[in-house]
Every structure is written in structure tokens, then in C-alpha cells.
């Protein structure tokens, strides 16, 4: 399936975060949270960023805009690495105007395959890092003009087999996403989500070649634009942190698919 856009066809950025600081999570040398911090970056925002290994490659590309790197070797489901992470930020930039919790795992086979082990991993770091890293940024949150940006997916609004426990971590962090927005709005801090459809990662292309093709015709099916890439995902998360989404809080915005689209019925489990 071809990606859904062109780079030819991308507007240059304009420099939407100049004197911000974003603190990503999950920001690896490929993927979703990486392509968010080069976005940010290159928009004129200092990256923070926590993630198990040091993604060297990354911090090579978002310290030639020159606006500030710092990165945490830590777990998000692990309160001491949190913390760290949020100490780390501050004491380099002093503040934290951006926070995306982007951190993420999934595994795909039917419910009674899991062990206890592995369905309590999928909610630890799906769901309650990005709880643990929002209540410990929280305190040092520009307000007002602060936002949290959630990583959600598809399957949280929408169920497929074989991803019960993931689409369960999804859906939850929607749920954050929607309560959260009320109980910040006084405070002018914004909370939005994203919910991507199936996009061009590390975590996707370990299914596509065990895919038979009806199970292909299908994922084809509810993608009417294509298969996503990481920087469609981080266009979109640009575009809600930035002050053009100023009015938007509480939405989890649906990328590359909509209800109507149906998702696929076919096996993607182990």
C-alpha cells in the first residue's frame, strides 16, 4: 500500500514554536514520537525526550535546528525515570510548554494467549505512563497555553481481533484525553488526542508479511488514502500544539480513517 501523502506536496513549516519546549515520549530514531520531535523542532521548539535507548541518530537531526536537545534514558512506567525525565527538562530549559505522550507497545493475538505478565505491560505503558508522565509534567505546565498531545490509535475507537488489550489502552487514553480537557480548560491548558490509522512504522511492518491478501484487500479497504507515515502523524500533532488549534481541547482527531471506514475482520495475532 503506497503512502498516503508525497513530501513533494508539503507546505514548508513556519516556525510555530519558537521559544517552546516539548517534552515527547517514546522518541526513538524511527517512528511516530521521533518524527514529532523533528516537526517540533524544526518548527523552533527545544525537544525533551525519554525513551529506553538513546536514539542517536534523532539527536543528531533536531540539534542542527539549534533551539535545545536534551534526552532521558528511562521506562514511563517506571515514577523514578519520570521524574528524572521531568528534572532533566527543567533544569535545561526551565519550563515545559508542549507534553506528548507518544510512549507505546503493542502486541496482537486473542485474549486467552496472553500471559498476566504481557496484558498488564500493554496497560502500564500505554496507558498509565501517559497518565505518570501528565501528572508529573503537570506542575511545571505553562498556563495558560499549555497542551498535551495523547498518541492514540484507530483501534481505540474501533475494535479488530486479536488487539483486545491494545484497543483497551487506547480507548482509555481517549477517555484521559476527553476528562482531562474539562478539568484543565480553566486552567487554559489544552488536551487532544490523535488516533492513527495504520501508518509505516517498525511496530506495523513486523505483521505485513505474515498478511494473507484478503487480509490486505481489507486494510486497503478502510485506508481510502493509504498507509500513513510517521510525518503525517506529526503534521497532525504540530497543527493541535500549536496556537492555530487554540480553540480545540478534549477531540481525538481520527488520521487516515473515520467509523465509517471499516476495519479490517481479518487475524493479525500471533
Not at 129 to 134: P, R
Not at 196 to 204: D, E, F, Q, R, S
Request: hydrophobic residues 45%; glycine residues 10%.
Amino acid at each position: 500500500m503506497k503512502p498516503a501523502t508525497d513530501p513533494s506536496t508539503h507546505i514548508a513549516e513556519s516556525p510555530r514554536f519558537v521559544g517552546k519546549v516539548a517534552l515527547i515520549t517514546g522518541a526513538s530514531d524511527r517512528g511516530i514520537g521521533g518524527e514529532i520531535a523533528v516537526r517540533l523542532a524544526r518548527e523552533g521548539a527545544a525537544v525533551s525526550l525519554i525513551s529506553r535507548s538513546v536514539p542517536q541518530r534523532l539527536l543528531k537531526k533536531v540539534n542542527r535546528f539549534e533551539h535545545g536537545a536534551v534526552h532521558t534514558a528511562g521506562d514511563v512506567t517506571k515514577s523514578a525515570d519520570v521524574k528524572r525525565a521531568i528534572d532533566d527538562c527543567m533544569g535545561e530549559f526551565g519550563k515545559i510548554d508542549i507534553v506528548v505522550n507518544n510512549a507505546g507497545v503493542e502486541m496482537a493475538r486473542s485474549i486467552d494467549k496472553f500471559t498476566d505478565d504481557e496484558w498488564r505491560q500493554l496497560i502500564e505503558i500505554n496507558l498509565s505512563g501517559a497518565i505518570s508522565v501528565t501528572r508529573a509534567a503537570l506542575p511545571y505546565l505553562s498556563s495558560p497555553g499549555g497542551v498535551i498531545v495523547n498518541i492514540a490509535s484507530a483501534l481505540g475507537l474501533g475494535g479488530c481481533p486479536g488487539f483486545s488489550v491494545y484497543s483497551a489502552t487506547k480507548a482509555g487514553l481517549i477517555g484521559f484525553t476527553q476528562s482531562l480537557a474539562w478539568e484543565l480548560a480553566p486552567k487554559n491548558i489544552r488536551v487532544v488526542a490523535v488516533a492513527p490509522g495504520l501508518v509505516h512504522t517498525p511496530m506495523i511492518h513486523k505483521h505485513i508479511d505474515q498478511l494473507t491478501p484478503e487480509i490486505w484487500a481489507k486494510i486497503e479497504a478502510c485506508h481510502p488514502l493509504g498507509m500513513g507515515r510517521p510525518d503525517d502523524v506529526a503534521a497532525a500533532v504540530a497543527f493541535l500544539a500549536s496556537a492555530d488549534a487554540r480553540w480545540i481541547t478534549g477531540i481525538t482527531l481520527p488520521l487516515g480513517w473515520a467509523h465509517h471506514y471499516p476495519l479490517p475482520t481479518g487475524q493479525m495475532m500471533e
